[in-house]
């Protein structure tokens, strides 16, 4: 037996972010400052928009724009079961019951077929999950809208995986309304905890200022941030909203900054896991393989491996994690749907009502996919992975 041990999402950290950090702890300025707007910057330039807002969370990413754009109780919102909790709490937070469209069968994705037959005149947003790294189909969702005559909606897309993908050749985060990103610590990039807002401007927006709106918003209603305060004699400020304390810190995006520059290096060995994975998976007839690219130039941000097992359920998946666990070998779920925790059982859904989201849980196991794992821990992961599915299967028929 080896004595290795394969972590599932270690953090990537160098001497770079640790530099980057002490520069900041030795600045005398620790929270939101000049980091955090150098950090926003960047991120508005590698994704190619007008904006980026840096915040503590993606869930706060999204929460704050249906503050901002006022979708309250007594609003609909669609959205997809197969997800994590984030998506839906921020909804429920609202007073907001989330409206869930099935996944298409066989795929990690809401039925694009079956969103418009969910859309009613309480419709204010859609938010669409970019899975495992994959982005979903913006275009078709936006084709439901103009179909329905309701280009209104806001498409707030939920890309906590998907920071670096491409969709149709172009770096993910313009081609919705708004997409909110995770740069939690087993992101690909992390700033330990953090997320960001990208967008750009819209006249049907319908708002003077949007980026001070959520800059003011994320920081408890406040019209002048700390750092501005901080000057001599400018103590003077005004509370215009109920807000948030959500804002990203210095400390954070200085972390952030360093993973950034160094961002196509981590894509790039994160390709050769998955690539590695499934030169070894792919000739096995029981093996699902992820998506990760398409002939239109859409590919994955390589985040999550998410391999499905043929005639697995529940049960079998589950021995398979406890017997690679037993080797120190990490691996995870992507994703329990929300009907099946006891929060969304309670607000009245079932996860009989969405069996190709079942279906897709069922079988799914995420293989580890980090900078950490050599190309020979992928290696003797697949091999072990192998001999105990192959036992199980044995053991089951």
């Keep these: 037996m080896s004595n290795r041990q394969i972590q599932f999402s270690p953090p990537d950290i160098t001497e770079k972010e640790i530099d980057l950090v002490v520069e900041v702890l030795k600045s005398g300025w620790i929270t939101s400052g000049p980091k955090v707007r150098d950090f926003e910057e960047g991120l508005a330039n590698y994704c190619n928009t007008e904006r980026a807002v840096a915040l503590n969370s993606a869930t706060a990413a999204m929460e704050l724009i249906l503050k901002v754009f006022d979708i309250k109780e007594g609003d609909e919102v669609i959205t997809t079961p197969y997800t994590y909790s984030a998506t839906s709490v921020v909804l429920v937070h609202r007073g907001i019951k989330p409206v869930y469209v099935d996944l298409k069968p066989d795929s990690f994705f809401m039925n694009y077929d079956k969103i418009g037959d969910a859309i009613t005149e309480k419709t204010k947003a859609i938010m669409p999950v970019d899975f495992g790294g994959y982005p979903c189909d913006y275009d078709k969702i936006k084709a439901v809208l103009k179909e329905k005559n309701r280009e209104d909606i806001i498409i707030l897309c939920d890309s906590a995986h ?4 491409k969709y149709k050749g172009e770096i993910v985060g313009s081609q919705c309304d708004f997409h909110s990103f995770s740069f939690h610590a087993v992101k690909n990039l992390t700033t330990a905890e953090g997320g960001a807002i990208t967008y750009n401007n819209k006249p049907e927006f319908d708002k003077e200022d949007l980026y001070s709106e ?8 406040q019209t002048k941030d700390a750092f501005s305060k901080m000057k001599a004699g400018a103590w003077e400020y005004d509370i215009v909203t109920d807000g948030f304390k959500c804002n990203m810190t210095d400390l954070c995006a200085a972390i952030g900054i360093a993973q950034l520059s160094r961002y196509s290096e981590i894509l790039d060995y994160r390709r050769e896991i998955f690539e590695a994975y499934t030169n070894e998976l792919v000739n096995e007839e029981w093996a699902i393989i992820p998506e990760v690219r398409d002939d239109l130039g859409t590919e994955s941000s390589y985040h999550l491996y998410a391999l499905r097992i043929k005639g ?8 398979l994690i406890t017997r690679l666990a037993r080797e120190d070998i990490a691996t995870n779920v992507h994703f329990k749907p929300l009907p099946m925790f006891t929060l969304y059982k309670n607000l009245g859904y079932d996860i009989k009502d969405y069996p190709n989201a079942y279906n897709q849980y069922k079988n799914q196991i995420s293989l580890p996919v980090h900078t950490k794992i050599t190309r020979d821990d992928a290696k003797y992961l697949i091999d072990r ?9 044995k053991n089951t028929k």
């Design 214 to 221: 959520f800059k003011v918003t994320s920081l408890q209603g």
């Design 312 to 319: 697995f359920g529940e049960a079998e998946r589950g021995e």
């Design 385 to 393: 992975l192998k001999y105990h599915v192959n036992e199980i299967r």
């Design 162 to 165: 998907s920071f670096g993908a």
